[in-house]
Every structure is written in structure tokens, then in C-alpha cells.
């Protein structure tokens, strides 16, 4: 079975700052790997995906990509205490007849005015 | 509009007794998952559907069923709660195996 990990458990940054999480997986065929933000009391929330060794860059994110070394990292340039919230990191096992998503512990982000 | 919704939001259940948690979404999608959230444990997975009358099991389902009885509808049941079952339960919707997930607002569960 898939073992996603993250880190750190806690990340607190100034406001303009950049914040930096990651995650590790344990199966390097996974699929598709997303970043989801989580605020207190809501729901998970898309906020980039990655497919491909590399990376990918929308708006003030950045995801990293290394399959071979079974890491994902997440950039968050110009932090706002707006971006403080849970972030989640999720990845799809490669299998023909199943869409189990695994779900990394989270990184609990606070970015400080 | 929320296109997932759940109800109800929030729940007070005695052990053993019988809990239904209930998810409709307006999304369209084929799948549809039920999570439960723990500190410490993230999302893990309860139950999943890919088509209306089919559920499988997901990686925590001990204590739990499901049932799709439409493409918009899917529910979590709980024969004989217990004071473990003490979480927030998300259900969530997806288009397709690697797909975005969207989920609900939850609801809080406790059991006592």
C-alpha cells in the first residue's frame, strides 16, 4: 500500500516569505500527485497537481517532481496569512481498477503578518 | 452552488446506536469517496463507488458500509457506533482515477 509522509508537521513563516513543504512517497509508478489546502472547519481544496519529473509553476506556486527519489515539494513565494492552513499532499497509486487516493498527515502552514 | 454537500454537518450519537451520513453531489462524476479525518491520521479512506449500486472497500472500512443508490447520491452508515468512530467525515467526488477531488464540508461525528 501506498505510504505518503510529510514535512515538516509545522511551518511558520513571515509574511512575504517563502514557504517550502514536502512529501515523500513510497511508489515511484504513482500517478498524479496533488497539493490540496485545508482551512479550519472546511473541506480539502485543490491547489495544483504535478503528473511528470519537473516542475510546475501556477501563479505563486511552485511543485517539484522526482520520482526517482520519491519526493514532491511544494513553494509558496510572497506567503500571506491568508495561505495559513493545513496543506495535504495526495497520491494515486497506479492500478487498473482502483482510484485509491493516499493521503499524506498534512503540514499546518501559519504565515505571520 | 456547492456541488458536494453533506448532511448533516454535525452529529451526537450514542454507542451502538445506528449513524447514516449522507453525501449528494452535482458534479457529474462517476466517483465518489467517503474519508475520515483524525489529528494525527490525515484523510484515510473509508469507502469508495465508481458507478451507481457498486461500492468498494477503501483502507479503514471495519465498522462501516456504503451505498450508491444513484450517480448523485452515497452514504456511510454505521450499524453500531462506537466511541472510536469519533471523527469528521468527508465525502468527495472526482471525475476520473488521478483527478482532482472535491470534497464537502464534512461532518463532525461524536460518539458517546
Known amino acids: 500500500q501506498e505510504k505518503v509522509q510529510q514535512s515538516p508537521e509545522s511551518l511558520i513563516v513571515p509574511e512575504g516569505a517563502m514557504s517550502s513543504l514536502n512529501c515523500t512517497f513510497s511508489?515511484?509508478?504513482?500517478?498524479s500527485i496533488w497539493w490540496y489546502q485545508q482551512h479550519p472547519g472546511k473541506g480539502p481544496e485543490a491547489l495544483i497537481?504535478?503528473?511528470?519529473?519537473g516542475n510546475k509553476k501556477e501563479g505563486r506556486l511552485t511543485v517539484y517532481l522526482n520520482r526517482a527519489s520519491l519526493h514532491v515539494s511544494l513553494h509558496i513565494r510572497d506567503s500571506q496569512p491568508s495561505d495559513s492552513a493545513v496543506y495535504l499532499c495526495?497520491?494515486?497509486?497506479?492500478?487498473?481498477?482502483?482510484?485509491?487516493?493516499?493521503f499524506g498527515t498534512g503540514t499546518r502552514l501559519q504565515v505571520l503578518p | 452552488e456547492a456541488a458536494v454537500t453533506q448532511s448533516p454537518r454535525s452529529k451526537v450519537a450514542v454507542t451502538g446506536g445506528k449513524v447514516t451520513l449522507s453525501c449528494h453531489q452535482t458534479?457529474?462524476?462517476?466517483?465518489m469517496y467517503w474519508y475520515r479525518q483524525d489529528t494525527g491520521h490525515g484523510l484515510r479512506l473509508i469507502h469508495y463507488?465508481?458507478?451507481?449500486?457498486?461500492?468498494e472497500k477503501g483502507d479503514i472500512p471495519d465498522g462501516y458500509k456504503a451505498s450508491r443508490p444513484s450517480q448523485e447520491n452515497f452514504s456511510l452508515i454505521l450499524e453500531l457506533a462506537s466511541l472510536s468512530q469519533t471523527a469528521v467525515y468527508f465525502c468527495?467526488?472526482?471525475?476520473?482515477?488521478?483527478?482532482?477531488?472535491?470534497f464537502g464540508p464534512g461532518t463532525r461525528l461524536t460518539v458517546l
Open positions: 468527495a467526488s472526482s471525475p476520473g482515477q488521478g483527478a482532482e477531488q472535491f
Open positions: 511508489n515511484s509508478a504513482s500517478q
Open positions: 495526495a497520491v494515486s497509486p497506479i492500478s487498473s481498477n482502483t482510484n485509491k487516493v493516499v
Open positions: 497537481s504535478i503528473f511528470s519529473n
Open positions: 463507488s465508481y458507478v451507481a449500486d457498486s461500492t
Open positions: 458534479n457529474n462524476h462517476d466517483y
